[in-house]
């Protein structure tokens, strides 16, 4: 069956260190995203992607990197810039144009020790 | 420019009552409109959509959601609640050829369903 996989499901981050998450899809969609998710605040979007070897600043993506270099997948780094790292992190992606919706993953746990 | 607003961070029903969950949307263009639930520990699930064709939208779980375009709404509905419903749900808005196609999402609504 076609979906999204982010992995790990639950990470720990030391001060200092950067740490990276995956997130691979089997759906064939153009289009692929990053969100941070707080309680109570929602999803914000970090980075996304529309086409392999672009992407684009979301609301949120000081201390966020990313790279597009196969289709399938978009990979996501939290950096020691990240001040605040500790969250629920969702990836999605969706055929291009609008009108189809988003399919998510199941989400990493990001939490610094 | 295109915004939801869920009115209500947490709603409470009784199993077997209604469900009414609200959503408002701004949108400079006609848009689409989609509501998601989330399970603790969990990713999205698309619970419906609305793409311009009928404004009554029927979706999963016995779900559904009508178009009000005079009131800018697309609240979603459920005629008789079940305890499996409780999760978090939200609304989300994009537009054709605006913002990159993007979808933006409210901050969510929680529905607790009581015995």
């Known amino acids: 069956d076609g979906g999204i996989t982010q992995s790990p499901k639950y990470l720990f981050r030391k001060e200092g260190q950067n740490v990276t998450l995956s997130c691979e899809q089997n759906?064939?969609?153009?289009?692929m995203y990053w969100y941070r998710q707080d309680p109570g605040q929602g999803l914000r979007l970090i980075y996304y992607s529309q086409i392999v070897n672009d992407f684009q600043k979301g609301d949120i993506a000081e201390g966020y990197s990313v790279s597009r270099e196969k289709k399938e997948s978009f990979p996501l780094t939290v950096t020691s810039a990240q001040k605040n790292p500790t969250a629920f992190y969702l990836c999605?992606?969706?055929?291009?144009?609008?009108?189809?919706?988003?399919?998510f993953g199941s989400g990493t746990r990001l939490t610094v020790v | 420019a295109q915004s939801v607003t869920q009115l209500g961070s947490h709603v409470s029903v009784s199993e077997g009552a209604l469900v009414l969950l609200r959503c408002n949307y701004s949108s400079s263009v006609p848009p689409y409109l989609f509501w998601y639930v989330q399970y603790p520990n969990q990713g999205l699930q698309l619970l419906l959509k609305y793409t311009s064709a009928a404004t009554l939208v029927k979706g999963i779980n016995g779900f559904e959601a009508e178009f009000k375009k005079s009131e800018t709404s697309f609240h979603l509905t459920k005629p008789s609640a079940h305890m499996s419903d409780a999760a978090e749900y939200f609304c989300?808005?994009?537009?054709?050829?605006?913002?990159?196609?993007?979808?933006?999402f409210g901050d969510g609504t929680t529905l607790t369903v009581k015995p």
């Open positions: 989300a808005v994009s537009s054709f050829n605006t913002n990159a196609g993007k979808s933006t």
């Open positions: 999605a992606s969706s055929t291009t144009g609008t009108g189809y919706g988003y399919t």
């Open positions: 759906l064939n969609h153009d289009a």
